[in-house]
């Protein structure tokens, strides 16, 4: 039986927040994302010979970051394919994380601190698509977000779930999203649209069966998807799908980068 518990939610309980790239080559990786979607990078020392890699629309150290990328630990490397996953902020990491169990999901890392950062935990929802979940801590330095929907930011989060309903109902309880609409796809199902505190952030739908296991995939936004996918071309990344038209007047693209990592793209034009 699902269950959640009864304390009333912050106005930031289930915003995504962040988007991070494991991969096994973060110098190529770097090349290739900076190429295709403008980014610059911000390397970070963490100590024994790693960094962590801001990725920031703008240059210079007060530039917004739109997310992160770090090398895979070695000892994951034969398990652990290249991969983006998004980290959505909860008001108690230890709390949520609980809650992922109780309702038949999974931590795969217990909560823990990130000095100056704030604590998070990795976790999956029952069908075993992997989220973080983050409890940042307050930074009044921050530079201001990117306008909404400007190149390079984070536009849509999309779920591949083994069972629309139940995957619906389990991150409803979970982080208090909503149901905003759904559009039929015919033989595919629904494509159910919905919303973070009234704000339509993303779309569930059932697994493909080209899609090996239930997961969840992250579009950023470009100008144009046509000319982006010139670019994952010249980069040495592949194109799965695209460009193709969605309702909403939108295009979207699907691909994978040099490294395996797969991605979407999405813009107002071709």
């Keep these: 039986m699902l269950q959640t518990a009864s304390e009333t939610r912050s106005e930031t309980h289930g915003k995504f927040i962040w988007c991070e790239l494991m991969t096994s080559d973060t110098e190529a990786a ?14 970070m020392p963490m100590g024994e010979g790693d960094a962590y890699h801001l990725f920031q629309i703008g240059e210079g150290d007060k530039c917004p970051g739109i997310g ?31 809650e992922f169990e109780q309702n038949g999901g999974t931590v795969h890392r217990q909560p823990e601190d990130i000095p100056q950062v704030g604590r998070f935990a990795v976790v999956a929802d029952p069908h075993g698509a992997v989220l973080n979940i983050m409890t940042p801590l307050p930074m009044d330095d921050m530079p201001p977000p990117p306008p909404e929907g400007a190149p390079g930011t984070v536009g849509w989060h999309e779920l ?13 309880r979970i982080f208090g999203w909503t149901k905003d609409s759904d559009f039929d796809m015919g033989e595919m199902g629904a494509y159910r649209l ?14 493909p069966e080209e899609i090996p296991m239930p997961c969840w995939v992250y579009y950023f936004n470009v100008e144009s998807v046509e000319a982006a996918i010139g670019r994952v071309r010249a980069g040495g990344g592949q194109v799965l799908n695209g460009p193709m038209e969605v309702p909403g007047s939108s295009w979207i693209a699907q691909c ?7 991605f979407c793209l999405a813009s107002m034009q071709k």
């Design 30 to 43: 770097g090349r290739f994302y900076s190429s295709v979607l403008g980014w610059s990078l911000n390397t």
């Design 68 to 98: 992160g990328m770090m090398r895979i630990p070695t000892e994951m490397a034969g398990s652990m394919p290249p991969n983006w996953s998004g980290y959505v902020a909860v008001d108690d990491v230890d709390r949520t994380a609980r």
């Design 160 to 172: 591949y779930a083994a069972d629309l309903e139940e995957a619906f109902e389990f991150y409803s």
């Design 194 to 207: 919905f919303a973070e505190h009234g704000k339509q952030t993303g779309g569930m739908m059932k697994r």
């Design 256 to 262: 994978t980068d040099p490294q395996g990592a797969f």
